[in-house]
Nanobody, 129 residues
Framework: QVHLVESGGGSVQAGGSLRLACVAS????????IGWFRQAPGKEREGVTV????????YYDPYVKGRFTVSLDNATNTLYLQMNSLKPEDTAKYYC??????????????????????WGQGTQVTVSS
């Protein structure tokens, strides 16, 4: 049984930084997609960044590219999201998601939540102006 457990959320002022972590367990296979999605109240869940572990290729939503950095520590099975220059618009619940089915990390140029089978419980990020 795959488990994804996020941590690191919190409240920060605009311009500040946070680092999220997602520990993955209970899986097998070294090639998979894993990443971060977020959902603000009243909005659909959207992709922030994903990694294909087979090649290390990363994908970023254009809105966060240059401010957020994803990294994967294979020794501890932990996915990190370093978020810098945070903006109030980044306020959302952030979810870790992963998929081993081999359908691809992105589809039609988008990170689609429907393509990810396993999800963490989420961690709240609140950015005040």
């Amino acid at each position: 049984q795959v488990h994804l457990v996020e941590s690191g959320g919190g409240s920060v002022q605009a311009g500040g930084s946070l680092r999220l972590a997602c520990v993955a367990s209970g899986y097998s296979g070294s090639r998979y997609c894993i990443g971060w999605f977020r959902q603000a109240p009243g909005k659909e869940r959207e992709g922030v960044t994903v990694v294909y572990t087979g090649t290390g290729t990363t994908y970023y939503d254009p809105y966060v590219k240059g401010r957020f950095t994803v990294s994967l520590d294979n020794a501890t099975n932990t996915l990190y999201l370093q978020m810098n220059s945070l903006k109030p618009e980044d306020t959302a619940k952030y979810y870790c998601a992963a998929d081993w089915r081999g359908f691809g990390c992105i589809s039609d140029g988008e990170m689609k939540a429907s393509a990810y089978e396993y999800w963490g419980q989420g961690t709240q990020v609140t950015v005040s102006s």
